[in-house]
């Protein structure tokens, strides 16, 4: 069956989703992006408070243009006490796409549904593409072991192959994209689009330290190591010297809470809460305990330019 392709999904120029980086996403990024055919898209979890949420949805519907489109994403597990009012906010202001993670899609897909909003889910395995197929999600993006941040288990080409077998959504392929060439390599397999992250954190227009710009610059695919130090799930970083001094596993007694199961679901919730306020120092200051979240595309990495320049390497 030809499954819809993303251009028409989203009304765009190019099959490429500026992937949500926690607090690297920002409107200036996004407006770059839309200008240059593809769509992008913000963790909501950006912004502090939903009026600063509703404000940047307002700024991207009047910066909108044709070609492009914008979209937010939305943690929906518990971990996020803040999901249902962002979701509602989303649906209140109208987007053009949502992306879940971690968690189950079904109330996002519903209330999306009913304004018009379509909505994609991340997902890094066959269960769970299946799940989201039956609640009725417009496409499902492979988290591939080419990812950052939080990534899958399985290589791209076998991951992209086995959901379109196995489901009939649109498959966005996340992770391993850096060049033209990779981005034809994930389409040659069978995904309808890329979405692409960790080469935009090198763009003049992302909210980051200069610092963290130039180590994508000067590190490379092998450089990109798992940690469980940050959320307590696996997670990509940069193995900078301070990465190798505190190590990449979690302490003992994390190990030991999270073998609790009445406890677990806190200890979760309190490393992530801890991770995100330690990503964020990192992404803004400049110190020495500095861990920076990437994936191996940074390897295509080899200057800090503006949101257009990154996005015509990609297309050709």
Same mark, same amino acid.
Request: aromatic share 6%; charged share 20%; proline share 4%.
């Given at each position: 069956m030809e499954k819809q392709s993303l251009q028409s999904l989203l009304q765009i120029t190019h099959p490429v989703i500026m992937a949500p980086m926690f607090l690297v996403s920002n409107t200036k990024m996004v407006i770059e992006g839309m200008k240059s055919g593809i769509a992008a898209c913000i963790p909501a979890l950006n912004y502090r408070t939903l009026e600063e949420l509703r404000t940047s949805i307002i700024e991207l519907k009047q910066a909108k243009v044709s070609g492009g !489109?914008?979209? *937010?994403?939305? /943690?929906?597990?518990?971990?996020? =006490?803040?999901?249902? #009012?962002?979701?509602?906010?989303?649906?209140?202001?109208?987007?053009?796409? &949502? &992306?879940?993670?971690?968690?189950?899609? #079904?109330?996002? /897909?519903? #209330?999306?549904? %009913?304004?018009?909003?379509?909505?994609?889910?991340?997902?890094?395995? +066959?269960?769970?593409? %299946?799940?989201?197929? !039956?609640?009725?999600?417009?496409?499902? $993006?492979?988290?591939?072991?080419?990812?950052?941040?939080?990534?899958?288990? $399985?290589?791209?080409?076998?991951? $992209? %192959?086995?959901?379109?077998?196995?489901?009939?959504?649109?498959v966005i392929s996340a992770g391993g994209v850096g060049s033209k060439?990779?981005?034809?390599?994930? +389409? @040659?397999?069978?995904? =309808?689009?890329?979405? =692409?992250?960790?080469?935009?954190?090198? !763009?003049?227009?992302? @909210?980051?330290?200069?610092? *963290? %710009?130039?180590?994508? =610059?000067? *590190? @490379?695919?092998?450089?990109? /190591?798992?940690? #469980?130090? &940050? !959320?307590?799930?696996?997670?990509?970083?940069?193995?900078?010297?301070?990465?190798q001094k505190v190590g990449t596993k979690q302490t003992w007694i994390e190990t030991l809470l999270n073998k609790n199961k009445s406890l677990k679901k806190w200890v979760k919730m309190i490393r992530f809460y801890i991770g995100m306020k330690a990503t964020e120092k990192a992404a803004t200051q400049v110190t020495y305990k500095t861990v920076w979240v990437a994936g191996p595309s940074i390897e295509d990495t080899t200057a800090i330019l503006p949101v257009q320049q990154i996005v015509q390497k990609l297309v050709g």
């Open positions: !489109s914008f979209g *937010y994403n939305l /943690i929906v597990n518990k971990s996020n =006490v803040k999901y249902k #009012e962002q979701l509602r906010v989303l649906c209140e202001e109208g987007v053009d796409f &949502i &992306i879940t993670s971690l968690g189950s899609p #079904e109330e996002t /897909i519903a #209330e999306a549904h %009913k304004v018009g909003i379509k909505v994609f889910c991340d997902v890094t395995d +066959l269960a769970f593409a %299946k799940k989201v197929e !039956s609640l009725g999600a417009d496409a499902i $993006i492979a988290v591939n072991n080419q990812a950052g941040g939080h990534r899958g288990n $399985i290589d791209p080409e076998a991951l $992209i %192959k086995l959901l379109n077998e196995q489901t009939n959504l649109p060439a990779d981005l034809d390599k994930m +389409l @040659g397999y069978g995904a =309808v689009g890329v979405s =692409v992250g960790s080469p935009f954190i090198a !763009s003049n227009e992302a @909210g980051v330290s200069q610092e *963290y %710009k130039q180590a994508c =610059v000067d *590190y @490379g695919a092998k450089d990109i /190591i798992m940690t #469980e130090r &940050i !959320s307590g799930t696996p997670c990509t970083v940069i193995n900078t010297p301070y990465v």
